[in-house]
């Protein structure tokens, strides 16, 4: 399956995150040179924020949900294909993730990786590496 984190760190990989929020200008629906940046954030705010929450994702090439517990465990379900769990830290203002194997999709699982975190313009979303996060209802 093409499903990795540096595909769309889906939690990211699964987690793995998705409303890209491309402000458009009045004018032909053009990117606005006026939206902020994402706004980078330290470890541990990155932590007090996805710690004990699930959160939605949408990445390039998955979408699903992905619960973050305060011990650094995960719980990833990739919409469509299925659970794993994983673990997760941060670092220098980056959320890194690993992901266990899953037999019918990912069979060799995603070794730790570490993407820059970031809190998006659009209210409580954030981006990590190409996925896109927001609290799961």
Request: glycine content about 12%.
């Amino acid at each position: 399956m093409g499903f990795s984190l540096k595909d769309g760190r889906a939690l990211a990989a699964v987690a793995l995150l998705a409303f890209a929020a491309a402000g458009c200008s009045s004018m032909g629906g053009k990117s606005s040179s006026m939206e902020p940046a994402p706004q980078g954030m330290s470890a541990a705010e990155i932590r007090t924020t996805l710690a004990g929450k699930s959160w939605r994702f949408k990445g390039p090439n998955n979408t699903g949900t992905t619960l973050y517990a305060e011990d650094g465990t995960s719980l990833v379900e990739v919409d469509g294909k299925g659970k794993t769990k994983g673990k997760w830290m941060t670092k220098d203002g980056q959320l890194c993730e690993s992901f266990d194997p899953a037999p019918s999709w990912l069979p060799g699982g995603v070794p730790m990786s570490c993407y820059p975190f970031s809190r998006n313009p659009t209210p409580n979303t954030y981006q990590a590496g190409k996925a896109v996060f927001s609290l799961a209802s």
